[in-house]
């Protein structure tokens, strides 16, 4: 198992709350972007324990709440952008 570091920033605004969640482990390759949300869906970097439904189920979760998730993958980390809009 390989570690890495992660980090986690809260703020709040008058629209929305946000959660950033930087992980520096290993990024997501670019061509699988756009499908990271699909259901049974594995990655390239995928640990050969995945199943491919974490990152589905939480976008599913994230949007029934009112709220969005986004990914940004660099060269040397990950971070995904979650916004709960306040009605």
């Given at each position: 198992?390989?570690?890495?570091?992660?980090?986690?920033?809260?703020?709040?605004?008058?629209?929305?709350?946000?959660?950033?969640?930087?992980?520096?482990?290993?990024?997501?390759?670019?061509?699988?972007?756009?499908?990271?949300?699909?259901?049974?869906?594995?990655?390239?970097?995928?640990?050969?324990?995945?199943?491919?439904?974490?990152?589905?189920?939480?976008?599913?979760?994230i949007?029934?709440?009112?709220?969005?998730?986004?990914?940004?993958?660099?060269?040397?980390?990950?971070?995904?952008i979650?916004?709960?809009f306040?009605?």
């Amino acid at each position: 198992m390989q570690f890495s570091e992660v980090y986690i920033k809260y703020f709040k605004n008058n629209v929305y709350s946000c959660i950033e969640i930087k992980n520096f482990g290993n990024p997501i390759d670019e061509k699988d972007l756009p499908h990271i949300f699909e259901r049974f869906f594995k990655g390239k970097n995928s640990s050969l324990e995945s199943i491919g439904i974490g990152l589905a189920l939480s976008k599913n979760i994230i949007e029934k709440d009112n709220g969005t998730i986004l990914v940004q993958s660099q060269d040397d980390y990950t971070n995904f952008i979650i916004k709960y809009f306040d009605l």
